[in-house]
């Protein structure tokens, strides 16, 4: 019995030791720090807001707009990029309803589902936010959608 709670006290002591290591590691990475006025410095934050200019939202809207005036289902996949466009709209608090688009559209559903993964990628390129990996998700579902026949 005693060699029992000498081990379990073991155990305990050297999960103490280590428990520390592992948190002051995890924030061992900093960011620069800003010269404020006086002797004062402002840490930035790590994740930085992209910003959401008017194009890359009209670009957003426009690929929501060409998915779904897509004519074909493609086994389900360009609704769940569209679910995940909606959230990504939903995070950066857009309307994805709004302005409509005619004219030089794209003919075939297939060549609409390929123009709105196009400005998907651009608009992924140019963000860092939360709503980056919707936006990726929704490509990842048009590349699958894209390969249904």
Sequence with gaps: MKLRSIANFSSVAALAAILPLGISSAHAVSTATVPVAGDAVVQPSQFQTIEW???????L??????LEH???DYDG?????MEHIKRAGEIIGMDLHGKL???G????????VHR???LLQEIAEESGGKEHEHLHNAIHELDHALEVH
Excluded at 53 to 59: A, N, S
Aim: positive net charge; glycine residues 6%.
């Design 53 to 59: 200019g008017e194009e890359k939202r009209e670009k």
């Design 101 to 103: 688009y005619s004219g």
């Design 61 to 66: 809207r426009h690929a929501y707009w060409l």
């Design 77 to 81: 996949h360009r609704v769940k990029a």
């Design 70 to 72: 897509a004519d074909r």
């Design 116 to 118: 709105a993964r196009a």
């Design 105 to 112: 559209e794209p003919p075939t559903s297939d060549m609409r």
